[in-house]
């Protein structure tokens, strides 16, 4: 079993286990679930930078990045750089988040926020909702052609923006639909870990121009963001450039200003 099947595996038991406890009506209730929510595309289309910053304490593959510095602390100094949205990391059992940190997150910012986790059923977009999100991820390598579309319609209808991600053409042709707003290519194989933004050069023109595209992972320089530009990506998540260091606003702050001179 490689790490994806053995987070999804976990995934399902944590899933079901909060089902077992906590009643969708607690999340209708509340006061989060009927508020506004932030379009990250909107921001995305009108960004010279593009940047997506995320707030990761650690990942199966790095282990600890940053236990340094608060939620609070993080996102804002991301919203003073003049990031386009955050994304916020809500595993536990791999990545360190909670949804604790979403709300700690929504509490702080007034910009998008996208609700990083392995999302398999719409329990958990309800989650996503009633905790601040504005954006949530589905990801094609675990999900079929009829979850996707299940998914995403049911978070568009509670006005949350879809964010696709995907490893290959073969899943970008499985799961293209109308009812997503973005997609993302991940240039980590989510199986061994390993990074290569050539994943992002090779699927540009493979998505059509009515979806915002998003390269994520492994952008860790300015001339990295300026080659995907000429592909047509109009959105960058990028998570351990900033987070490994001693300040992630500031080196985010620095990042966007030089792309934007």
Do not use: W
């Amino acid at each position: 079993m490689n790490i994806l099947d053995k987070i999804i595996a976990d995934k399902k038991r944590e899933v079901e286990l909060k089902k077992s406890i906590i009643p969708i009506s607690q999340f209708e209730a509340s006061v989060l679930f009927n508020s506004r929510t932030y379009s990250l595309v909107k921001l995305l289309k009108n960004s010279l930078s593009g940047i997506i910053a995320e707030h990761k304490r650690r990942s199966p593959s790095k282990e600890v990045i940053n236990n340094n510095h608060s939620v609070e602390d993080v996102v804002l100094g991301y919203q003073n750089a003049g990031v386009c949205g955050i994304s916020v990391l809500t595993d536990t059992t791999y990545f360190g988040g909670s949804l604790e940190d979403l709300l700690l997150a929504k509490a702080s910012v007034n910009i998008p926020l996208l609700r990083k986790e392995f999302i398999i059923d719409e329990y958990q977009i309800l989650e996503a909702k009633a905790h601040g999100a504005d954006v949530i991820l589905l990801i094609a390598a675990v999900l079929s052609r009829k979850e996707i579309k299940k998914l995403s319609g049911f978070a568009q209808s509670l006005g949350l923006e879809v964010l696709l991600e995907v490893h290959n053409i073969e899943e970008l042709e499985t799961a293209i639909m109308q009812s997503l707003d973005m997609i993302g290519v991940n240039n980590r194989n989510l199986k061994t870990f390993e990074v290569n933004l050539d994943y992002s050069k090779e699927l540009a023109s493979k998505i059509p121009d009515e979806f915002v595209k998003i390269s994520e992972s492994g952008i860790s320089s300015f001339e990295a963001v300026k080659e995907l530009q000429q592909y047509g990506f109009q959105g960058f998540l990028m998570g351990e450039h900033f987070m490994k260091s001693e300040n992630p606003g500031l080196e985010a702050q620095k990042f966007i200003q030089k792309m934007i001179l």
